[in-house]
């Protein structure tokens, strides 16, 4: 039986051999067809577009987006940018007033934004009761405004309660300016932006500051935020590399070969998203790093092998030395390559989200292209090149600062395996603890740093006024003019009443305020008039002498033609996820409750209900996405070495690395959101690279050279531990980069991987090689 095993080894490998062969007569035509498929996809590159809408993260065809869709077409609502206007004095005088005026005039007039949807004091009306009629005027006109008229519009919004909050401030010192955008500039909110933020920032008025904020704002900066981190990011993750490389083998080609695959990697990979016309999304914007931290890994072990064998080998010719060094390579370089790409395939076929289901799939790609680049690129590359020796491997027994540590730390291990064993059950523990306290939470305004402009403005615009979240709820009846019956209007006037008392709303808008308003201003303006007149024909006579009066299209917002269908907008001053989840919650049991007849029905929509609807599947994609990679792990480890214990020691580090972070995310109190969710996946299909070298390089010193435990583990820590070193070295470094971007969620997605790496590095030096010391598998011991 043994000979059969040895016959048939001894076989695959002769294949193997053959194979690689081929490749190093064949390498400058490799070389060629490498150098065509990297040149033509980067000229795509150019046409990657951004996306950086919320509404991005669910399909388009998902049942709620589409419903927010037609909500929003029927209605006429945009994702608004914000202007506040503050004086600290009042903004009820002359002054303020004539800013305000000016801010609008000029607003419409920037490209982009659409000149008949800007909301502001100076644009809006006021409505009066005579006795003729309802009349609707401007609340000022500017030729006309003097301190006088400035005392009496602060006396009107008074009296209009539906402006109260949304449109000034309560305490009358902030008035904002909403500015929506023309539909095809949707892809464009950044230019919009960009115009409206020079406005602002060159405004200069005595005792009057001005702001900028709003959704529109946010998704517009976005753009500009996240090309600016990558300008920085991406140079500073490839020079931590070549840094490394240069540490790690003191040789040109040392650095430059790897770092031509990490190029590769990269390059093609944001080509071929350019290419398929994939959005590039705020979170793909890690990918690049990502990529470069992943893609050197396989080049630092084919350089540290070819430069022992050069040392080992010195009467080899060069080829010789590349087919030794791709014999001993090929197997762990693509076992490690396809359980990474494993890691981000689980985050695609977990996730409902297009921006992480990509992320996902070009990451993968990424992946594959490097090992293709890595078992037929550097082999032919080095065929241009003559054998050539590392000062690191002198000769066969050299060993550097770098390989005494590996080896002093192995050292360590033969001694303490026990307590090893017992410090990896206690994490255990304790991330098991840790993930039952994850806290799933999500604020798109953390995608930036707190200092920024934008963020100190959505800060300040939350406080002084209603707020900038917006939750929609869409109101249906069945025939023409069923919105003038006095029990529907009740019934939407209750669901606004309702929802008002919940944390953090804190006002909405309706037809039914137009109607207390016009009720109100045809008796004598007397406040106990505010409310919904008592019969259905007195409603609709307020529409029409309104329209007498007024524009019938003020009410496009809020109420369809026929008056069949409305929109209830109401105001949240916090976007966090657990908020805007229990508002949406509570509103839902609301409904279920008193929208239950044939005449009247209600549906939950807006940025709010869509948040809520999309960040909820976020916990149990985190989870899914981390099992079914370590199911890929464990079937690919397992098939490769074709035993199950080698599957199951593979996944033991990369299980407990995901455990600590739980631990450690509790104890530094860091959300399970967007960016970060993504992590356990990640984590393990890279962090799985140290275990499964670890045990390939193991069971070849300790079952095929058959040498003892000591003299195994020696050879084991000096040769392909030195090469995990720097390998772990590449992969936490460039991570680490990650941790300078100014985008909060990648810098925290950054850290959580490189401390997973740090993890399983540690545990696949200790932990692996432990259990090896107190259980002896014979997957690795000759018995």
Known sequence: MLYIQHKSLIMKQNRVEAFFNKVTRNHKVILILCGILF??????????????????????????????????????????????????????????????????????????????????????????????????????????????????????????????????????????IVAEMLDSYDRKQHEVYNSLYEIVSNLEEENHTFYLAGEGAVS?????YIDEDAMRTNPFAGLVIALILIFAYRTVRGVLLPNLMVLASVGIALGLMA??????????????????????????????????????????????????????????????????????????????????????????????????????????????????????????????????????????????????????????????????KLLINEDRIKNFQGDEPLVLADKIINQKTDGTSYLDVLIETPNEEDLFKIENLHKIDSLQNYIETLPYVKGSTSIVDFIKKMNQSMNENREEFYRIPENNQLVAQYFLLYSASGDPTDFDNYVDYDYKLANVRFRMNSGEYINEKMVVHKAQEFIDTHFKSSSIKATLSGKVALDTHWLSKLGFNHFLGAIIALLVVLIVAGFSFK????????????????????????????????????????????GVDFAVHTIDRLKYFLKEENLKITDAFNQFYKSAGRALLFNFLALALGFSVLMTSSVPPLNQFGFLVAVAVVVSFIGSMTLLPAIILIFKPNFFINK
């Not at 050299?398 to 192995?410: A, E, R």
């Not at 600590?660 to 356990?680: E, K, N, P, Q, R």
């Open 275 to 436: 290419a398929f016309g994939v959005d590039f999304f705020v979170i793909t914007n890690g990918l690049p790093v990502v990529l470069i931290a992943i893609a050197v890994a396989d080049g630092i072990h084919i350089l540290g092998e070819y430069y022992e064998s050069a040392a080992k080998f010195p009467e080899y010719t060069q080829r010789e030395l590349v087919v030794h060094t791709m014999l001993k390579m090929w197997r762990p370089i693509t076992i490690t390559s396809i359980t990474t790409i494993g890691g981000f395939m689980s985050i695609a076929l977990s996730s409902y989200m297009p921006p992480m289901i990509y992320f996902g799939i070009f990451g993968a790609l990424g992946v594959c292209i490097a090992l293709l680049y890595a078992l037929f690129m550097i082999p032919s590359a080095m065929m241009l090149l003559k054998p050539q020796k590392s000062k690191v491997f002198k000769t066969a027994d050299t060993v550097d600062i770098y390989g005494n540590i590996m080896v002093s730390l192995g050292k360590v291990v033969i001694k303490r395996p026990k307590a090893i064993l017992t410090i990896a059950l206690l994490i255990i523990i304790l991330g098991i603890g840790g993930a039952l």
């Open 643 to 686: 035993s199950f214990t080698a599957g199951f020691l593979t996944v033991v580090p990369v299980t407990i690395s995901v455990l600590f972070l739980y631990t450690v995310m509790g104890i530094m109190d860091i959300w399970l959101a967007v960016g970060t969710s993504m992590f356990a996946a990640i984590a393990i299909g890279v």
């Open 39 to 176: 040149i033509t996809s980067i000229s795509f590159i150019p046409k990657l577009t951004k996306d950086t809408r919320y509404d991005a993260f669910l399909p388009a065809k998902d049942s709620v987006l589409v419903k927010r869709n037609e909500l929003k077409k029927l209605f006429g609502l945009k994702d608004p940018m914000v202007i506040a206007v503050i004086n600290e004095e009042g903004i009820f005088n002359k002054k303020s007033l004539e800013i305000v005026h000016k801010l609008s005039e000029t607003l419409k007039k920037v490209p982009g934004i659409d000149p008949d949807q800007i909301t502001s004091l100076s644009t809006e009306n006021n409505i009066k009761g005579t006795e003729t009629g309802i009349v609707v005027d401007p609340f000022y006109e500017i030729e006309e405004l003097t301190e006088l008229k400035a005392l009496e519009v602060s006396k009107n919004i008074d009296d209009f309660e539906l402006y109260q909050g949304s449109l000034v401030s309560k305490d009358k010192t902030t008035t904002l």
């Open 220 to 224: 517009g900066y976005l753009i500009k």
